[in-house]
């Protein structure tokens, strides 16, 4: 447990360690998603809910890695335990080809904790787009459709096949094309983004009635035969597109016309999975069974790469049709046995905290002009910015400043979708340290406006 109880900024930010290893960054790394501008952090090491920059500063992060580090960081004792008694065991061992009981016990206990009360298996990778990868196999395999539908706002990984379902930003397929055929977008049921300009929040059901009519019209009876159609695919919260939460029906509804036409529905939990809603899985707060689950982030614990397919049974294709190096990968078994165990441990206390930032957030949003939309569940929430309220315009230019103002204040922030900042502090994070980043959160919209 850390000793520290509050940020500490000593240099300005960034600080000239940090200038130093960015400007060698753009030299060495490849181009990734680095924001040198808004986001100029070089991350030595981490205490808790706690990070600390190669310069010395010390951030309260409300990040986790990008809901990696659901447990704080660096590593949760109980698994750093763990980790080291596997070593001395085994860790590699070719899960894909010869047996062990570590990933045999994992797919065992996802099975048992899954929504479903099928037959499922599961299948063990490295991260969120093999996970879905996999899913987009198995989905044609077993049913020998070849068309998936897809929601405009989604993201579910940047390798061809899971890139040709994302649909968040036009950067992600830029000059890739021609990425994966077959694959159909359609209006996700935003509550404060939509074609149809309704209100979701004052209008659920009509909301959800005109996104289920579009793909049950538009899409079965002008694009493809839904008898045609593989699968769809959707997170039960957009993450990347901007942590964008549905009406509380809406896959109640999607899941009965699925059924009606035999759709396998993939249920993308790689963000919002372990725990981050409040549930071990984020659908489950929306009372539907996925056919197929997909995970990754989370799963690891914070230590290791790892990503899983859960299906139904019914779905396994012959042996070879699908297979990898590293998945069953006997370490990273174990240490997502007790990453689960450690999760479901801290459920309640998740769905309790929910309540802290409903009501701080929409205090932001009744005071500031510029706060056009916020929503969430559990520790999983998002906040969104606007030129003005009637037009919706986003306002990138802001949410960017609130950014680095929020990290010179020594608050760690992640942005989403075009103009949203995304809230997911470590689900260890006590109320207390919820209320200072909220704080400071309010400070850093405070300046940023002026």
Do not use: C
């Amino acid at each position: 447990m850390s000793n520290i109880q509050a940020p500490k900024i000593i240099t300005e930010i960034p600080g000239p360690k940090n200038k130093e290893i960015i400007k060698e960054f753009s030299r060495y790394i490849a181009t990734s998603t680095h924001d040198p501008e808004n986001l100029p952090l070089v991350i030595e090491r981490g205490e808790d809910i706690w990070l600390i920059d190669i310069d010395g500063n010390i951030y309260l992060d409300f990040t986790s890695g990008v809901s990696v580090n659901n447990l704080g960081w660096p590593t949760h004792p109980e698994i750093k335990d763990i980790v080291v008694k596997q070593l001395d065991l085994l860790a590699h061992a070719a899960g894909t080809d010869f047996y062990n009981r570590y990933q045999l016990e994992l797919a065992k206990k996802l099975v048992s904790v899954s929504p479903g009360s099928f037959s499922k298996k599961v299948f063990f990778s490295n991260s969120g787009t093999e996970a879905n990868e996999a899913a987009i196999k198995l989905s044609r395999y077993g049913t020998g459709r070849k068309y998936f539908i897809s929601f405009i706002g989604g993201f579910h990984g940047r390798t061809m096949g899971s890139l040709s379902l994302t649909g968040s930003k036009p950067v992600h397929k830029k000059r890739f094309f021609p990425t994966m055929p077959g694959v159909i977008h359609v209006p996700y049921p935003n509550p404060y983004r939509n074609p149809w300009g309704i209100d979701g929040y004052e209008y659920p059901e009509e909301l959800i009635s005109r996104v289920i009519d579009y793909i049950e019209y538009w899409v079965f009876q002008h694009l493809v035969p839904p008898e045609e159609v593989a699968a769809v695919i959707a997170e039960p919260i957009q993450g990347e597109g901007g942590y964008v939460v549905p009406p509380k029906n809406f896959f109640v509804e999607l899941k009965k016309l699925l059924d009606r036409y035999g759709i396998l529905f993939i249920d993308d939990e790689v963000q919002m999975g372990m725990g981050r809603t409040g549930r071990l899985f984020g659908i489950e707060n929306f009372n539907a069974a996925p056919d197929i689950i997909t995970l990754a982030k989370a799963l690891g614990g914070g230590v290791m790469p790892i990503g899983a397919t859960i299906f139904r049974s019914d779905l396994d294709p012959e042996p070879g049709a699908h297979s990898n190096t590293f998945g069953g990968h006997a370490l990273a078994s174990v240490v997502a046995l007790k990453t689960i165990e450690l999760i479901e441990k801290l459920l309640p206390s998740i769905r309790s905290k929910e309540d802290i930032f409903a009501k701080r957030l929409n205090e932001l949003k009744e005071y500031y002009e510029p706060v056009g939309d916020v929503r969430g569940m559990g520790m999983a929430w998002g906040i969104e910015f606007v030129k003005n309220r009637k037009t919706k315009d986003h306002d990138i230019d802001l949410r960017n400043r609130v950014l680095l103002n929020a990290l010179k204040r020594g608050l760690v922030l992640l942005g989403s979708g075009k103009s949203s900042i995304r809230l997911i502090p470590p689900l260890i994070t006590p109320p207390d340290k919820i209320e200072l980043g909220l704080d400071i959160l309010e400070e850093s919209i405070k300046v940023s406006l002026r």
